[in-house]
């Protein structure tokens, strides 16, 4: 199979993004599976039902969030009515929405999708180490699931990376997301899980984590309120990791990282 | 001039991927000056006199350090003796070494490196964009020295990008260290400023951010004190960044991500 | 029933304090029972079997901890051995010991005691008020036991007092622990719970938090690796919070402080 | 001289404690001089010219703040305005305000007011230490002035009492603000210097530290955005600490908390 994971979108220069480069990409690497982390979509705080639904017209199959989930609180009861649209794993029983689903292919087969939070340098929730263990107790890849895709939102790489060998040999994918920054590390982990600490953000990468960088900066040097964070305006650059999977097994056999656009050295993946 | 950066080396797999490509790189790529952080060269934690001569003779100008400058005692006096070993800048005034220094080339040409701690989710110092603009009043980019470069060794990626712009104009380079993984996202900020979040660490990518990966899966899943932390012991990767530089100006031409050895994708520099 | 709480014994002076004044309060208080805060008892860090000995010895009945449970390696057997020692009970799963325990009065009236970990600005864990709310479903006030007390080892004010008011009504104490510095805000919550953010160290209050205080600023003022910390040497203040319920309901009739020794304005309870 | 400090008064209940029992206050300690942490004082959130002149009005002489120094906005103009007002000392430099100043008395005697924040879990800020030790070398204690008022606005209790420490023989009190509980550890430090790690907060105890307490129990079980917090509605307790000095010396003669009306058990200073 065929997946591609996009980091978070952070809003009009990342939807910009989405909208001139996935569908070309959905077409040329003939794409599977794809999912997007649409936490900071809607102006730069949290999603949208309108903003999901654009998503899946381009070619997403399931929107991904973390810690911006209820920035727009509609999300907290579209979330229970679009099965498409995850938040992390970890938070509270009763929470709206959930953390991990199944999804089936176009072509039948069955996809494993689930979000968590890390917690270091992050809001308290319950474990996702844990959290995840449930799910994969629950989805056997290469039995029940033909993939599995782990999407970690967390600050710490320590915590990340952690996930990425917890998970390895269970799962087909585990990217982290939240740093808005893509790492160059993707790699093979050695059970044949692919892995990439950070998908990076599709956003404008001439600001501060994609907000504007003028206010950014000032808030770090004068600690005043300031001007309200927004997000910038430069191109987007697409950033993401592309995974092909081993259909028996549910194993990546290859992981690159994919950037489009914008200021970042573009990174295309070769079939 | 031609500079390279390289991230947090992390023991033996870190020092053993300095000895087998640094003379190379300083060769073919005809290096004006190399700066090393070398946080964690020691077993992981600090750095000793022995481990600042080993990177001198293989071709480093300048060893910068962090959080972990102190995990070795002797590094407290060895510091006073070796101007050639940098602590971060904003520690508090008494602190033993500098954080900042102006070097000499092979050709004559002057070179400010200022090393900095980020503050976001970080041990409490003072402000580091103050720190970095009092050494850069100090020396001016294109005046009194030709090239000036920053590493801000910081956890959060909005700091570092901060930090960059907060720089953009004045100095050769801002790059980041303290995650351990290189990110994708080398660029020339508008102002002529090359930058990159985080270098990298040069060390085993099959690990938790450079140390035996069972050792730190176990604390995240189990929260007990464990069996102490100990660098991995695969085939170390080197990471850095590549900066070309205009030699009257001072700012950057180019930027580009140097990674070659071990677990990950091979980056090599093109003149 | 007439319950005492004393808050983390802190090195000698806490142990020095416990020996001499709890069983004179013991016998002047006709207690019923009595909960000690054990995690700095051992040197500052952490407990042993023989503390836990002597404190039963002088009439404690049960000993909580927190984040400092495990700094004595011997505790992570010993646990497992001692129904009477508990750490928080929102540690993972397969943690040694247990956090919460039902235990059986001389007279042969049912305590419940249960020892939880805050989270805001503390080790990432699972979440307390579950942790808690779980214990008392199976545990009725008033019904399978007679009282019923919530030691919240936390760090912030904010996360104790909703502890506070998350059990009002169905416990009759909840007391925090960790800041080793006494509250004076003991008050009945309109359910009938006993309620103090903070019960206070036992141990030399001339120092920081129990500490020598030389090597305590001496860290805050030249962030230095200084000497180590060890307790203060000073005679000990002993801190807790004495409690009277009501037999029937099991819920408090009324909460006074409780200081004695060492250099804090001393507080007595009266019958 | 007799100085009366008092703690973060939290929205309507606390301004009304302020009311009810400062000019009382006044007139039976026969109070040379009056600080209120104001912080909270405007709905929860910041304070505002108005709320400043209702507390000179009622007798006091100085105002101070900490993190939530400039939640109304209007306070960035006003503080400039008004050198009654202080803000933290350790905000960088070209922050709106000061941090410290000395005033005079009615009788003609200097009070020297320090307004510093400390760092432990809180933002990112300067050396309160080297912030507080510079205004203590502009201003000698029993020389330029005859008494001296630190306000440590901190998070954890061992870095107040590490200030307390620091000060010790140099200053008329040490008093902690910001946790919004008091402490029961008023005392004479051996340099002479009195000391209470929290005053305590003006405002309703039967509250989240001084906020509704249904939504912020709210918050820390459902992890959800909620309704927005405002301060409780109970009848708020004033919450503070009295302390006599040596008109020669500066240093304190004795210290004495305060607490009047509300939830809490009262306490009276006896002169
Ligand atoms: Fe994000
Ligand atoms: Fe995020
Ligand atoms: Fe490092
Ligand atoms: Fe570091
Ligand atoms: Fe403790
Ligand atoms: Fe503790
Ligand atoms: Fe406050
Ligand atoms: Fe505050």
């Known amino acids: 199979m065929r997946l591609l994971f996009l980091g978070d979108v952070v809003g009009r220069p990342g939807r910009d993004?989405?909208?001139?480069?996935?569908?070309g990409l959905k077409r040329d690497l003939k794409l599977?599976?794809?999912?997007i982390n649409g936490e900071n979509a809607a102006g730069g705080?949290?999603?949208?039902?309108?903003?999901?639904?654009?998503?899946?017209?381009?070619?997403a199959d399931v929107v991904t969030t973390g810690n911006?989930?209820?920035?727009?609180?509609?999300?907290?009861?579209?979330?229970?009515?679009?099965?498409r649209l995850l938040r992390p794993a970890n938070y509270p029983p009763g929470t709206p929405g959930k953390g991990a689903?199944?999804?089936?292919?176009?072509?039948?087969?069955?996809?494993?999708?689930?979000?968590?939070?890390?917690?270091?340098?992050?809001?308290?929730?319950?474990d996702p180490f844990q959290a995840v263990a449930r799910e994969l107790a629950r989805n056997v890849l290469g039995g029940g699931v033909q993939a599995a895709i782990i999407d970690v939102h967390a600050e710490a790489?320590?915590?990340?990376?952690?996930?990425?060998?917890?998970?390895?040999?269970?799962?087909?994918?585990?990217?982290?997301?939240h740093s808005h920054v893509p790492t160059a590390d993707a790699q093979l982990l050695p059970g044949g899980t692919a892995y990439q600490t950070d998908a990076g953000m599709c956003g404008d990468y001439d600001s501060v984590i994609g907000m504007k960088k003028e206010t950014a900066v000032a808030r770090f040097v004068r600690k005043l309120p300031g001007e309200r964070l927004e997000p910038g305006s430069g191109e987007g650059t697409l950033c993401g990791v592309f995974?092909?999977?081993?259909?028996?097994?549910?194993?990546?056999?290859?992981?690159?990282?994919?950037?489009m656009g914008g200021r970042l050295a573009?990174?295309?993946p070769v079939l």
């Open 157 to 177: 790489t320590s915590e990340k990376m952690a996930m990425g060998h917890f998970c390895d040999g269970r799962v087909s994918l585990v990217v982290g997301t």
């Open 101 to 126: 689903h199944v999804y089936q292919t176009q072509a039948g087969k069955k996809v494993l999708v689930v979000n968590v939070m890390g917690r270091l340098f992050m809001d308290p929730l319950d």
């Open 17 to 23: 993004a989405i909208a001139a480069h996935l569908p």
């Open 68 to 83: 911006h989930a209820w920035d727009q609180r509609e999300a907290l009861s579209y979330i229970t009515t679009d099965p």
């Open 266 to 268: 573009p990174a295309l």
């Open 32 to 35: 599977d599976f794809v999912v």
């Open 243 to 259: 995974v092909e999977t081993d259909d028996r097994s549910g194993l990546a056999k290859s992981v690159q990282p994919v950037r």
């Open 45 to 59: 705080f949290g999603i949208t039902q309108k903003i999901c639904e654009e998503f899946y017209a381009l070619g």
